[in-house]
Nanobody, 121 residues
């Protein structure tokens, strides 16, 4: 069983910064893509950023230039550094990991429990 545990959310003023972390733990597994999604009430969960094992990244337009995704493969952890935060960034942030138990097995998505990020004065 694989578990993703998130941390780092909270309340911050506009223009401030937060750093989210998400660590995968459990029995032996392999992680390919890891990413961050966010969701607000009444809207679909949307991709924020993703990162491949080799470090290649992908960002959605609303966060480009402000957020930075990174990962520590040795610790099975993905980070999201959020700078210049705006009220529009307020959401529950979920980490995601594409995981398999072996290269010959199916890949499955795992999700963190979600962490609230609130940007407000």
């Amino acid at each position: 069983q694989v578990q993703l545990v998130e941390s780092g959310g909270g309340l911050v003023q506009p223009g401030g910064s937060l750093r989210l972390s998400c660590a995968a733990s459990g029995s032996a597994f392999i992680i390919d893509v890891m990413g961050w999604y966010r969701q607000v009430p009444g809207k679909q969960r949307e991709l924020v950023a993703s990162i491949r094992r080799d470090g290649n990244t992908n960002y959605r337009d609303p966060v480009k230039g402000r957020f930075t995704i990174s990962r520590d493969n040795a610790k099975n952890t993905v980070f999201l550094q959020m700078d210049s935060l705006k009220p529009e960034d307020t959401a529950v942030y979920y980490c995601n990991a594409n995981i398999t138990r072996s290269p010959w097995s199916n890949w499955n998505d795992y999700w963190g429990q979600g962490t609230q990020v609130t940007v407000s004065s």
